[in-house]
């Protein structure tokens, strides 16, 4: 089989939704924020980090989901296993970007709302 770009890059995606599913759960449920999320230093500026745990992680979790959904996806077209029509393949990469967007927004409005 061959591993090319594109099967990797699918697999990496689908790798950081699992960890980024599992870490958000993990955390959500210990109250804490994951410092691949915001970092220890940003952490340490934070009064509220069951609040910010409460706001981000949750969302952290659709991500990763989506990102499971998106690496699959790549990994059957880019293998062969199933072709999708190249409207699928654009709409899954727009849908990424979008999804990612949002995400990117949330980490910043959080940023904004619990560090300080």
């Not at 061959?2 to 689908?14: A, E, N, P, S």
């Not at 939704?17 to 958000?24: C, E, P, T």
């Not at 934070?46 to 979790?61: E, F, H, R, V």
């Not at 409207?87 to 980490?107: D, K, Q, R, T």
Request: charged share 15%; hydrophobic share 55%.
């Amino acid at each position: 089989m061959d591993l090319g770009f594109m099967k990797i890059f699918d697999v990496v995606i689908g790798v950081l939704g699992v960890y980024l599913v599992f870490v958000s759960i993990k955390s959500l449920k210990a109250g804490i924020v994951d410092p691949m999320m915001i970092t220890t230093e940003e952490l340490a500026k934070c009064a509220d980090i069951k609040g910010l745990s409460k706001y981000l992680m949750p969302k952290s979790a659709i991500f990763g989901a989506l990102c499971i959904v998106f690496g699959i996806q790549g990994l059957l077209n880019d293998t062969g296993y199933v072709k999708f029509p190249h409207a699928v393949n654009v709409g899954f990469l727009i849908a990424f970007v979008v999804v990612w967007v949002v995400f990117s927004y949330y980490i910043r409005k959080a940023k904004k709302t619990y560090i300080h």
